[in-house]
């Protein structure tokens, strides 16, 4: 028990240190960087606290390998930034060694001794008993070494009794084998709630985050090798030092991901933007600038979305909610009104921009080929979707301005969650309403003139649609029934059917339901059902041009 605290007290302090160094403030060196803030002295406070808990070879206990067999290197804890290492295709942005941590177990699977601890382990009011996952019996639908489909889904799915390993399911989206499981790949911890599930551009890397898996003091993003794409590998996993609950996920050009990480290591304000190398080691945890981090402990700074205009040089996060929260006891969910924008080259924030009582941005979304880099954003409690400028400027003279586009409804209003995925075209936009059971969708192609092509009215076959992907040939769109379930620890578990909806994209972007996977069923007598919240979807259709998305 001491070391549940140990470690939420770490990010307390960690964070608090961290924030508070002022080494550099006002300086940039000869990149035109910021000097980053000075860790040092936290290293050293973490190395005291953790080198004891983990004895006295910690790297004898963490011996995972990459996806190319790259041995991961041992427990490291961030050091002072090497600026003269370009990395991640941000000018100037310096090489740090993986800041990352992967820790095992605290209690480890014992055969015959830990599965009654895990089935019979009482809830606690936060942090909670950091059993060992139980085994599930063997699948006898996931052995298929023949079926090999032109679309594949890789669904990131928990455990329905958040006691047995949560998993990936690699799924045939083929017309004749819609829905057949082709494989099961695990993780070797439980409890974890799944989360959102990103692919680098090659498609030889997945990374699926844990919403819950801080609470079992567990790593909280888990990497995934589908080199080959029809057996998946679990690679490894990790945790940052000051920031955890993953969200949205982006890839680099050059391999690697951004990351919104919504808390910091204890589940507060502020969380990070996380960036990863192309094997997914954590080697910054941004910002690091002073005058960036000013701006996330001036103001609740819970990113949950994230685009990015490479091109254009811009990033977008749009801050949620504070995760703890959603935690019992809570005197009520703080939802955040704002979004960041980022100058993505040097990682630093250009400014605050705020939508009135937004009450939680979820979503935020940059539209393919718009002239202004403009993005869409969702906000929650007012059932509403606004357009971001980034380029454009206030009255008062700040940099990015936000302006509502479509008001999705009274159905749509404090509906706990609005996600959306646009057409690579630019001309429509898809948007899940979770707690009203619906997707709407909008004709955008004219932003002076937005359409709906849903009927707000009609009851549709979905029970609290929450991620949603536009397939890769622009035919279907894949709705997963699920969001979050926290449990008895929480006041955040919305209704859901834990279904797959392939949806029929129609040829003005209206919408059709049509097939399903029924998750819950297939997974109910191994793993006591299955809580899928996200999806990657391969079309290796042409296989001289490969989708990945």
Request: proline share 9%.
């Amino acid at each position: 028990m001491h070391t549940f605290v140990g470690f939420a007290l770490l990010g307390h302090l960690v964070a608090h240190l961290a924030g508070a160094s002022p080494v550099g403030a006002g300086k940039r060196d000869g990149t035109g960087l910021p000097v980053p803030l000075n860790l040092a002295p936290v290293v050293d406070v973490v190395s005291s606290i953790i080198d004891p808990l983990l004895g006295s070879d910690p790297s004898a206990a963490i011996g995972p390998k990459g996806p190319a067999g790259h041995k991961r290197s041992p427990l490291e804890l961030p050091k002072l930034p090497d600026l003269g290492l370009p990395l991640g295709g941000g000018k100037g942005v310096g090489k740090r060694s993986p800041l990352d941590l992967s820790i095992p177990p605290i209690i480890p699977l014992i055969p015959g001794v830990t599965e009654p601890l895990s089935e019979n382990a009482p809830p606690l009011p936060i942090l909670q008993v950091p059993t060992p996952p139980l085994e599930s019996e063997p699948e006898p639908f996931a052995h298929h070494p023949n079926l090999k489909p032109k679309k594949i889904g890789y669904f990131w799915t928990g455990a329905g009794d958040n006691h047995h390993k949560d998993f990936l399911a690699t799924t045939s989206l083929d017309d004749d084998t819609f829905g057949t499981i082709i494989d099961i790949t695990d993780v070797p911890s439980s409890g974890n709630s799944p989360h959102h599930l990103g692919t680098t551009l090659d498609g030889q890397l997945l990374v699926g985050g844990g919403l819950l898996s801080l609470l079992k003091t567990q790593d909280t993003a888990y990497y995934f090798d589908v080199s080959d794409p029809y057996k998946p590998k679990f690679a490894h996993s990790n945790r940052g030092v000051l920031s955890s609950i993953v969200d949205e996920i982006r890839a680099k050009p050059d391999g690697g991901f951004f990351i919104t990480y919504m808390g910091s290591a204890a589940g507060t304000s502020p969380g990070r933007l996380v960036e990863t190398d192309p094997l997914g080691n954590i080697v910054h945890e941004w910002p690091e600038d002073v005058e960036s981090t000013l701006n996330i402990l001036g103001e609740q700074f819970s990113p949950h979305g994230l685009s990015i205009d490479f091109e254009a040089n811009v990033a977008l996060t749009s801050d949620f909610v504070v995760p703890y929260t959603i935690l019992k006891p809570t005197t009520g969910i703080e939802r955040a009104n704002t979004l960041r924008l980022w100058n993505i080259e040097t990682r630093t924030i250009i400014s605050t921009i705020t939508i009135p009582d937004g009450q939680g941005i979820q979503d935020v979304k940059f539209i393919p080929g718009n002239k202004e880099s403009a993005a869409l954003a969702t906000a929650v409690g007012l059932g509403q979707v606004w357009i971001i400028y980034p380029f454009r400027f206030d009255k008062s003279g700040k940099q990015g301005v936000a302006e509502l586009l479509y008001d999705l409804g009274h159905e749509a209003r404090d509906s706990m969650a609005i996600y959306s995925d646009i057409s690579d075209d630019g001309k429509l936009a898809y948007f899940t309403i979770t707690l009203a059971n619906h997707v709407a969708a909008l004709d955008i192609s004219d932003l002076n003139n937005v359409k709906r092509l849903d009927d707000p009215a009609e009851e549709q076959p979905i029970i609290g649609p929450h991620y949603v992907k536009i397939s890769p040939d622009k035919k279907n769109l894949l709705v997963l029934g699920y969001f979050v379930q926290a449990g008895d620890i929480s006041v955040l578990n919305t209704p859901a059917d834990f279904k797959a909806h392939w949806l029929d994209i129609n040829n003005d972007g209206s919408i059709s339901f049509n097939r399903t996977i029924d998750f819950e069923n297939i997974f109910t007598r191994t793993r006591g059902g299955a809580r899928p919240h996200s999806v990657v979807i391969f079309d290796l259709t042409n296989p001289d041009d490969p989708k990945y998305y």
